[in-house]
């Protein structure tokens, strides 16, 4: 069963900061997925990388796909209180349609 | 498109009680997951169907928990009876293979069991 690791578990920063947090895994992903899920929501998709290497951004979020298809990471850069929320990430293993959901990175961005 | 619709969005009851949960997928999604949300164990994939066909039920954590889905538009997961410790934020969310599965997940339904 594959296992998706996040860190950190939590991370309560200034606004204005920068920040990364990651998604570590031994199995191989043929795509892994972003989410992010503010309180009493349903997570929302941000981005899917599939191609190893691959670095994608969305405004002053960049998420980058490991070289081996392993890892990812999702970088911040100034962050906003609006970017309060619980990031998931999600890889699918394979020629597998089910992704696996990683355990997710609570984050809060204090005015 | 709404996006998936589950009901209710609260639901309180007390122990021993039947449960009943409903949502409506986007048209045209063929897949459709029920996750349980806690923060002990995050998210867990209770059960997915493809095509109104349920395809790993693993998830489910016992013989109390029954989930269906009679067509393309509507499907139900059943707690009888409930336990306190069944207690969770429970999401439906629906997917196309072609977007790499991307899931679309309705806004929840905040179970309470007393």
């Known amino acids: 069963t594959q296992l998706l690791e996040q860190s950190p578990q939590f991370l309560s920063i200034q606004e204005g900061e920068n920040l990364t947090v990651y998604c570590n895994s031994s199995s191989v992903f043929s795509s892994l997925q972003w989410y992010r899920q503010e309180p009493g929501e349903g997570p929302v998709l941000l981005v899917t990388v599939v191609t190893g290497g691959e670095v994608k951004k969305l405004k002053r979020l960049t998420f980058q796909f490991g070289d081996a298809r392993k890892d990812s990471s999702l970088h911040i850069t100034a962050a906003q209180p609006g970017d309060t929320g619980l990031y998931l990430c999600?890889?699918?293993?394979?020629?597998?349609?089910?992704?696996?959901f990683g355990r997710g990175t609570s984050l809060i961005v204090h005015p | 498109d709404a996006g998936v619709i589950q009901s209710p969005r609260h639901e309180v009851t007390e122990m021993g009680q039947e449960v009943t949960l409903r949502c409506k997928p986007i048209?045209?999604?063929?897949?459709l997951f029920w996750y349980r949300q806690t923060m002990m164990r995050g998210l867990e994939l209770l059960i997915y169907?493809?095509?109104?066909?349920?395809?790993?039920d693993s998830g489910m954590p016992e013989d109390r928990f029954s989930a269906k889905m009679p067509n393309a538009s509507f499907s139900t997961l059943k707690i009888q009876p409930s336990e306190p410790r069944d207690s969770a934020v429970y999401f439906c969310?629906?997917?196309?293979?072609?977007?790499?599965?991307?899931?679309?997940f309705g806004p929840g339904t905040r179970l309470t069991v007393l």
């Open positions: 169907f493809n095509n109104n066909v349920p395809i790993d």
């Open positions: 048209s045209g999604h063929d897949y």
């Open positions: 969310a629906s997917s196309s293979p072609g977007l790499y599965n991307e899931q679309f």
């Open positions: 999600a890889g699918a293993e394979g020629g597998s349609y089910i992704p696996t």
